[in-house]
């Protein structure tokens, strides 16, 4: 049973915008403060983002205020819109819960930020 899926990334010019999306098993999504990661290989995954429950955001320091990340609790899916993306924003982005599980760990979705 896959109980978090996320998709969305792709190949984006520098400056651009993606959105992505990760739908989350209903157990997990209405008990969790869920966040996005992302790895780049050769390298440990990175949080980026955590949306509690009740909506409040916090965000690291490497997205300098580009990314925001957002639930809709209507359909179990936490979003992250990443704007003005960067050459090394290229990773494999991944949803998990904060702090994350790691039976939980999903494919991920790849970004590439390259012109």
């Not at 702090?99 to 760990?105: D, E, F, I, K």
């Amino acid at each position: 049973q896959v109980q978090l899926a996320e998709s969305g990334g792709g190949l984006v010019q520098p400056g651009g915008s993606l959105k992505l999306s990760c739908a989350v098993s209903s157990g997990i999504f209405n008990n969790w403060g869920m966040g996005w990661y992302r790895q780049t290989p050769g390298s440990q995954r990175e949080w980026i983002a955590t949306i509690t429950t009740g909506g409040r955001t916090n965000y690291g320091n490497s997205i300098e205020g580009r990314f925001t990340i957002s639930r809709d609790n209507a359909k179990n899916t936490v979003y992250l819109e990443m704007s003005s993306l960067k050459p090394e924003d290229t990773a494999l982005y991944y949803c998990n819960t904060v702090p994350y599980q790691g039976n939980l760990w999903g494919q991920g979705t790849q970004v590439t930020v390259s012109s």
